[in-house]
Nanobody, 129 residues
Framework: QVQLVESGGGLVQPGGSLRLSCAASGIIFSINTMGWYRQALGRQREPGRQRELVARITSGGNIDYADSVKGRFTISRDNAKNTVYLQMNSLKPEDTAVYYC?????????????????WGQGAQVIVSS
């Protein structure tokens, strides 16, 4: 059974920092691309509302960030602990959202394409004075 468990969310003032953690089990963590996505509060159930990619890190250490968080957020992974982190600095009210951890792995072993795409339950981050 795959589990992605986020922690570290909460309420923070503008300009403050938070670190999110996502502990994974039931997957071969080191071969997965791990990512953080977010969705504005209250919009999780709106049809067609897609989660916004915040940052992701591949098994080889390649990293992508959304333009809106470049220079403020840092994603990292610890394969020994099966954990991915998101360090968020200089937080702004527009960063307020539910943050979701994602693991993704694609295989075409034997010519058969397979995707393994899992999500955590989400961690709420509120940036407000």
């Amino acid at each position: 059974q795959v589990q992605l468990v986020e922690s570290g969310g909460g309420l923070v003032q503008p300009g403050g920092s938070l670190r999110l953690s996502c502990a994974a089990s039931g997957i071969i963590f080191s071969i997965n691309t791990m990512g953080w996505y977010r969705q504005a509060l209250g919009r999780q159930r709106e049809p067609g509302r897609q989660r916004e990619l915040v940052a992701r890190i591949t098994s080889g250490g390649n990293i992508d960030y959304a333009d809106s968080v470049k220079g403020r957020f840092t994603i990292s992974r610890d394969n020994a602990k099966n954990t991915v982190y998101l360090q968020m600095n200089s937080l702004k009210p527009e960063d307020t959202a539910v943050y979701y951890c994602n693991s993704y792995y694609y295989s075409d072993y034997g010519g058969v394409p397979s995707e393994y795409d899992y999500w955590g339950q989400g961690a709420q981050v509120i940036v407000s004075s």
